[in-house]
């Protein structure tokens, strides 16, 4: 399988990435050798094979549903590029 | 008299215990060593006030006889590992100016035992790279150069500032992570040693994550020794990541001088790729015959799956990616560039903030989750990690307990030689030490001698899983029959 260019826009902007018209064909190019690369995978036969959903035989651990931390707000959004009284700060989303 | 950044982590470790010179000495060589080497560009961020107390700690322990096991050993930490009120940028501008309020699991083990932390190493951005290349803060130099040659080498990647420092003696180890070969292919390029440890060995708590399912933090070091006491320390149960395994951590440090006599090797035939080099195809022999030589059963295996443990990867890992770094949104820490409405600003501080490789990675991990492509591409790609893995438990099951392979396909290139026009080019790097990612194995990184051109040549050991006692093992035969590798002079200072 292989992207065309509108494909290209489509997956950028799914992924939040803006693209410039100048990098569309670019990444059209590297995003089609690794899907070529990846090709291969469809010669194996996976006829009856699990997938893997874990690398180690383990069980997910369990605790039990309860408040186990908290009061760490101004550690929260220490970080953020904009916030207010211990909120996050985003452009307006509902008009 | 051999400078004190010179020593072994294991001889610093004796010459404080005898009180030959104090932690506060061992920091101050380093950090005039570090000064010296900017040039390399090794560290993103020198801490030498933290490193300063910490050694200044470390001596009242050794004085009052309450010496921690990595007293007064002074180290460098990958930037992927958040530190507490220390930058930590992962390599990436969008993470510039992020200060963690918490510590990770890793770099806390270490300090509880005592060791200093002497800053932060550069790395490829979001530990995307094999070369050091991606990072956004610049390529790091390899120490070494080609015999009578100054062309700027890369010391691999992605813990390429980890591996740099540790060969140019600008910390006694480092830590490092492996998701693909990140420990063992930058370790084989610089002379040292790296160990990835079993999948859940290391907490990943609090270090930014790449892949979840094949992300694992590692020390690399000069000696295999020094590996294993690193890795004592790095390793334990954590109850905040729910993948770190409930084991105690077994004394690493007292397998180093096991050997290998009664042990059978595994050489798998499928490591024999189309046009490797004479070079590497010696260099293997040559591992072969010292596990030989020391009393192991060398028995040649079949791992089938091999060739497709590279492109299964490359689905496998830029899914988790797409998904683990839709974090940084530009609304909770480091960059943010404005836009028209929310999702133009997500869009935007995500196009400035993001380096190529990653954007790329990003993009094909979304492309193979989408609606129509799941089961064709990510699915698929997990069935086959489970045969990658079932090839590992048939060889181990048949009575093999170590496998023998070269670490790398080649040895260092220069910077820009390679991937520039097709990014597969790189990505053939970890052909060797990809598989051990895909099945949750162990895997050390042992230097076995020098190419024609005078640059260190490594060998990979992968073992069973939580048996990383067996690696070092079998890594010291190596590391004594082989001799340790005389690293570079410092022509950077």
Do not use: M
């Given at each position: 399988m292989s992207v065309d260019a509108t494909t290209v826009r489509r997956i950028a902007h799914l992924a939040r990435i803006a693209v410039s018209d100048e990098e569309v064909a670019p990444l059209q190019g590297e995003l089609n050798a690794i899907l070529a690369f990846v090709e291969q995978l469809s010669e194996v036969d996976v006829e009856g094979v699990e997938p893997m959903t874990s690398v180690t035989p383990m069980a997910m651990k369990k605790r039990s549903d309860v408040v186990t931390d908290g009061g760490h707000a101004r550690d929260i959004v220490f970080n953020a590029p904009e916030t207010e009284d211990h909120y996050f700060l985003v452009p307006k989303v509902v008009e | 008299m051999t400078h004190l950044n010179e020593l072994t982590l294991a001889e610093a470790r004796d010459g404080l215990k005898a009180k030959d010179f104090s932690a506060t000495d061992l920091a101050k060589a380093h950090l005039s060593a570090i000064e010296a080497a900017r040039g390399l560009n090794a560290y993103l961020l020198e801490t030498p006030d933290r490193a300063l107390q910490m050694a200044g700690v470390a001596d009242a322990k050794i004085a009052s006889g309450e010496a921690r096991p990595l007293e007064g050993l002074p180290l460098g930490v990958k930037d992927l590992f958040c530190t507490h009120g220390v930058a930590t940028t992962a390599g990436s501008k969008i993470l510039e100016g992020f200060q963690p309020h918490y510590e990770s699991a890793v770099t806390h083990n270490l300090w509880r035992d005592g060791a200093v932390m002497l800053g932060k190493l550069n790395l490829d951005e979001f530990a995307m790279g094999s070369s050091n290349e991606t990072s956004a803060y610049g390529d790091v130099v390899s120490p070494w150069r080609r015999a009578g040659s100054e062309t700027k080498l890369v010391p691999g990647g992605s813990s390429g500032g980890s591996a740099a420092a540790v060969a140019a003696h600008l910390c006694l180890g480092a830590t490092a992570t492996d998701t693909g070969g990140s420990i063992r292919q930058p370790a084989a390029f610089t002379g040292t040693v790296g160990i990835k440890p079993?999948?859940?060995?290391?907490?990943?708590?609090?270090t930014v994550a790449y892949a979840s399912s094949l992300d694992q933090a590692g020390p690399i070091a000069r000696t295999v020794r020094d590996c294993a006491i690193l890795l004592g320390s790095m390793s334990g149960a954590d109850a905040r990541d729910t993948t770190c395994a409930d084991l105690a951590v077994p004394d690493f440090e007292a397998a180093v001088?096991?050997?290998?006599?009664?042990l059978t090797i595994g050489i798998p035939k499928e490591y024999r790729v189309e046009g490797m080099s004479a070079e590497i195809q010696a260099l293997w022999d040559k591992g072969a015959a010292m596990l030989k030589d020391a009393g192991a059963t060398i028995r040649e295996i079949s791992l089938p799956h091999t060739r497709y443990a590279l492109p299964a990867y490359y689905i496998v890992a830029p899914a988790e990616a797409s998904s683990n770094l839709a974090r940084y949104d530009g609304v909770r820490y480091g960059l943010r560039v404005p836009g028209k409405d929310i999702a133009g600003m997500y869009e935007n501080t995500r196009a400035a903030g993001f380096g190529r490789e990653v954007k790329r990675r990003i993009m094909i991990g979304t492309y193979v989750l989408s609606a129509g492509y799941y089961d064709a591409y990510y699915v698929r790609a997990q069935k086959i990690r489970t045969l990658i893995k079932r090839d590992f438990e048939e060889a181990y099951a048949s009575g093999i307990d170590a496998i023998l392979t070269p670490a790398t396909p080649s040895a260092a290139f220069g910077i820009?030689?390679?991937?520039?026009?097709?990014?597969v080019e790189m990505y053939l790097q970890d052909v060797f030490t990809i598989t051990v990612n895909m099945a949750g194995l162990p895997g050390i990184s042992v230097p076995a001698g020098l190419d024609a051109q005078g640059l260190p040549l490594g060998l990979q050991l992968i073992g069973r899983p939580f048996d990383e006692e067996t690696l070092f093992a079998a890594a010291q035969v190596i590391e004594t029959a082989a001799g340790r590798t005389q690293l570079p002079k410092a022509w950077w200072a």
């Open positions: - | 079993t999948y859940g060995r290391c907490s990943r708590w609090g001088a096991r050997g290998v006599k009664g820009g030689e390679k991937g520039s026009g097709d990014p």
